[in-house]
């Protein structure tokens, strides 16, 4: 049975600046600290951390939310994609994202560690610095 996650955090940014940076390549790679390459288009394909994370953009509202296929080089040949979406809403102190990641598969490691340390840390000193 596939796995899910649900997590959340408020970053010192407006959620224009927290969707740019999600789908920007030098902007991803700068706020995660590992290599990307993005796009702001339905339709197109997406890489983080350097191919470690492979995907493809489904649907995107500007500032508010995006949903995307996502997996990693962990998943196996036949495993299908998780699904990624990205919630950010104005809140005092910046952007309160919300982070849902569903359909994991069930042989996958704890991937709510690896937001947490891979993504929410290091945005977390992005945004402090950055904006």
């Not at 979406?85 to 069930?106: D, F, K, N, R």
Request: aromatic letters at 12%; hydrophobic letters at 35%.
């Amino acid at each position: 049975m596939p796995n899910s996650i649900r997590i959340s955090a408020v970053f010192p940014t407006i959620p224009e600046n927290m969707y740019r940076c999600w789908l920007d390549s030098e902007k991803h790679t700068a706020m995660t600290g590992e290599p990307a390459q993005c796009s702001a288009e339905v339709g197109e394909t997406f890489m983080a951390w350097d191919g470690y994370i492979t995907g493809r953009n489904l649907e995107l509202e500007p500032g508010k939310r995006i949903l995307q296929l996502w997996r990693t080089a962990d998943f196996q040949v036949n495993d299908p994609d998780s699904r990624l979406e990205i919630l950010m809403e104005s809140t005092p102190g910046g952007t309160l994202l919300t982070l849902i990641h569903t359909e994991i598969p069930a042989n996958q490691p704890d991937y709510e560690t690896g937001w947490q340390e891979f993504y929410f840390e290091p945005m977390l000193e992005f945004f402090e610095r950055a904006y």
